[in-house]
């Protein structure tokens, strides 16, 4: 923005930059979901996590100990029988699809 901003102001300006990118793509996600359209409901999702991902590197949370931590809270789901687990096995599927193929 300005050459004299400091980067730590820039950081700031970021972060809230990325927080108002979040409740942009909620809104991005409902208007798709109304619209009943897959591709805008996938591309909506996807720039959620994108938004997700880059917000937490900005906080000092590196990619893989945020993918652990997801792995943990579908593991917790699991164990502590989820309705979405109970009822559609979600949870379970998830997990089986982030671990390594082996």
């Given at each position: 923005?300005?050459?004299?901003?400091?980067?730590?102001?820039?950081?700031?300006?970021?972060?809230?930059?990325?927080?108002?990118e979040?409740i942009?793509?909620?809104?991005y996600?409902?208007?798709?979901?109304?619209?009943?359209?897959?591709?805008?409901?996938?591309?909506?999702?996807?720039?959620?996590?994108?938004?997700?991902?880059?917000?937490?590197?900005?906080?000092?949370?590196?990619?893989?100990?945020?993918?652990?931590?997801?792995?943990?809270?579908?593991?917790?789901?699991?164990?502590?029988?989820?309705?979405?687990?109970?009822?559609?096995?979600?949870?379970?599927?998830?997990?089986?699809?982030?671990?390594?193929?082996?």
């Amino acid at each position: 923005m300005f050459s004299n901003e400091s980067d730590i102001l820039r950081k700031m300006r970021l972060i809230e930059w990325l927080k108002a990118e979040l409740i942009t793509q909620v809104g991005y996600l409902y208007q798709a979901m109304a619209k009943n359209s897959e591709q805008a409901i996938r591309e909506g999702l996807a720039g959620l996590i994108v938004a997700c991902y880059i917000l937490a590197r900005r906080l000092g949370i590196s990619f893989d100990s945020l993918d652990q931590d997801v792995l943990k809270k579908v593991e917790q789901n699991i164990k502590s029988e989820h309705e979405v687990e109970k009822w559609f096995g979600d949870f379970s599927e998830y997990q089986n699809y982030l671990r390594p193929k082996r």
